[in-house]
């Protein structure tokens, strides 16, 4: 091995190690990273530049700013506040409305924005209860994660794989994926009645209190929402149509973007702007380099020939090889990086006499989303949640969440398993 190559591994595990431990932010170990396969010329800097997909970080940066706009709105509070109306003040129905209000949310705004707009709305109506919050926000996180699955703009793996092969559309996403997340929520919904239900209990008296709750005046900004509205079914039309008209989906959500923002006037330009999380836009930028380094000295058209050569190049073995290991991987290690790395790997496949990558796409795609359940530290969503839970003083410990995070991933795996096998494979 080239000594370039040795490098080059040996930054990235070391990088990667530094993701895991979080003893330092992700983002600064990410650029710190890319930047060495730079500096220390594994890749020079026209190479790396050329590796950041702008496809990805517009699509990122386009739906933050939509998001973050429509939420100063106040419509997800309304939205979440009337279900649990609807569900008359009673714990188990709430619990249940605001998992399948999280998965569709996430399924259209990135499972991240959704539980940053669900999670203080729940510690409202649980407050209201009397209640413990555990077992709402355990649900939301796992549902978060199911919901993310089905789309292109669903959860950050969907987003890079789609970006990485232009031949998966939105609509694909949505013809290939959304099935299997609605098979997946259907199984968990009465998993999460039979496991929670004489655990958030309530009185009569205290559901009164949520049936006399007013929802629209959580509604801050009529007018401003009419405008996020308009603009988002115009976004979301433009990903369902955007392969016909040629664009890329991050020409659909910035034009998006700067639309909405061209409505509200300069005012909220610059609100809108700090709420992008460019943490998050720069942890990308610094994996997209750090891979770049394993790419460019040949190790990942290593690991593709030994992939292909431990399955023999057998479609249904390298499909479920892969559908497993990214769901047991993401389940301990951010799916994020994972899927950074797998990608290239599955498109040297496509060089070593695996004719058909589609169903490798859909395993990758279904074992990162659905992984990110396993543990706490599995998705970028829990964490968050997790963080959040602990500052309201209900911190949700790793063996807690572990212990009905980990059997409903299986569950889903499983369950995806058979759907690859049986859709695509026979």
Same mark, same amino acid.
């Given at each position: ?18 993701i ?7 983002t +600064? ?5 890319? *930047? ?12 790396? +530049?050329?590796?950041?997909?702008f ?16 939420a ?14 609807k ?13 399948l209000?999280t998965?569709?949310?996430?399924? !259209? ?15 409202s ?43 998966l559309?939105?609509?694909? !996403? ?31 008296? *205290? ?61 909220? *330009? ?10 998050t836009?720069?942890?990308?930028v ?5 891979v ?39 389940? !301990? ?8 790395? $797998?990608?290239?790997?599955i ?12 169903? *490798? ?7 990162a989303? %659905? ?8 998705a ?7 963080? $959040? ?7 949700i ?12 991933? %299986? ?16």
């Amino acid at each position: 091995m080239e000594q370039q190559a040795v490098w080059a591994i040996g930054i990235f595990l070391v990088i990667y190690a530094l993701i895991i431990s979080e003893k330092i932010h992700r983002t +600064i170990v990410a650029m710190i990273g890319g *930047l060495l396969m730079v500096v220390l010329g594994i890749v020079d800097q026209e190479t790396a +530049i050329h590796h950041i997909d702008f496809n990805t970080l517009g699509l990122l940066i386009g739906m933050m700013i939509i998001v973050s706009t429509t939420a100063d709105t106040g419509m997800f509070k309304y939205i979440a506040v009337l279900a649990a109306k609807k569900a008359k003040g009673e714990p188990i129905r709430i619990l249940v409305l605001l998992s399948l209000i999280t998965a569709a949310c996430s399924a !259209f705004l990135d499972n991240v924005t959704t539980v940053l707009l669900i999670v203080p709305v729940t510690f409202s109506i649980t407050r209201q209860l009397r209640v413990n919050p555990a077992p709402f926000l355990l649900t939301q996180i796992i549902a978060s994660n199911v919901g993310g699955t089905a789309t292109l703009i669903g959860d950050p793996p969907n987003i890079m794989i789609g970006s990485a092969v232009p031949e998966l559309t939105f609509m694909a !996403f949505i013809e290939n994926l959304a099935p299997v997340a609605i098979l997946v929520m259907a199984a968990y919904v009465p998993l999460f009645i039979w496991m929670f239900r004489k655990k958030i209990r309530t009185t009569d008296e *205290l559901k009164r209190g949520i049936m006399e709750m007013s929802e629209k005046e959580l509604l801050t900004d009529p007018k401003l929402l009419r405008k996020c509205l308009a603009v988002l079914g115009l976004t979301l039309l433009g990903f369902f149509t955007h392969q016909m008209l040629h664009l890329e989906s991050a020409t659909v959500a910035l034009a998006g973007a700067f639309l909405l923002l061209l409505l509200t006037g300069e005012h909220k *330009l610059e609100q809108a702007l700090t709420k992008v999380e460019w943490m998050t836009i720069f942890f990308f930028v610094g994996l997209f380099v750090l891979v770049s380094g394993l790419v460019e000295t040949g190790v990942i058209a290593e690991l593709a020939k030994r992939a292909v050569d431990l399955t023999g190049g057998d479609l249904v073995a390298t499909s479920m090889l892969i559908l497993w290991l990214s769901a047991i991987a993401s389940a !301990f290690i951010d799916n994020i990086p994972f899927v950074a790395t $797998m990608i290239p790997m599955i498109q040297e496949m496509g060089t070593m006499g695996v004719s058909n990558l589609e169903p *490798l796409w859909w395993s990758l795609a279904l074992g990162a989303c %659905l992984g990110g359940n396993g543990t706490l530290i599995g998705a970028s969503a829990n964490l968050i949640v997790a963080g $959040m839970a602990g500052k309201e003083g209900h911190p949700i410990r790793f063996v807690q969440y572990l212990k009905v995070g980990l059997p409903l991933m %299986l569950l889903s795996v499983v369950i995806a398993s058979v759907y690859v096998y049986l859709r695509y494979l026979i």
